[in-house]
């Protein structure tokens, strides 16, 4: 059974920064790409930010410049740096694992984990 779990969210003030993690485990042969996403209440999950295997990246406009997502392929994690956090950064971020397989020979799928609070406030 694989699992994905995010942590490291919380409360902020404006302008500070907070590390998001997410860990992938069970039985896990291969992820292609990993991505953050966010959803405010009353909006759309979108995509924050995304990196693949080979390590391009790509994201949203709205965190261009503020945010950094990374991950390390052997340990199956990702992690989401984001700092001059803003107040319509506010949302529960889910991170997803897109087409992973399980054994060399399976077909992949994608996996979201449960979700994790940010909330930036003064």
């Known amino acids: 059974q694989v699992q994905l779990v995010e942590s490291g969210g919380g409360l902020v003030q404006p302008g500070g920064s907070l590390r998001l993690s997410c860990a992938a485990s069970?039985?896990?042969?291969?992820?292609?790409?990993m991505g953050w996403y966010r959803q405010a209440p009353g909006k759309q999950r979108e995509l924050v930010a995304r990196?693949?295997?080979?390590?391009?990246?790509n994201y949203a406009d709205s965190v261009k410049g503020r945010f950094t997502i990374s991950r390390d392929n052997e340990k199956n994690t990702m992690s989401l740096q984001m700092n001059s956090l803003k107040p319509e950064d506010t949302a529960v971020y889910y991170c997803?694992?897109?087409?992973?397989?399980?054994?060399?020979?399976?077909?992949?799928?994608?996996?979201w984990g449960q979700g994790t609070q940010v909330t930036v406030s003064s």
């Open positions: 069970g039985r896990i042969f291969r992820i292609n790409a």
């Open positions: 997803k694992a897109e087409d992973l397989s399980t054994t060399a020979w399976s077909t992949g799928r994608d996996y």
């Open positions: 990196i693949t295997r080979g390590g391009s990246t």
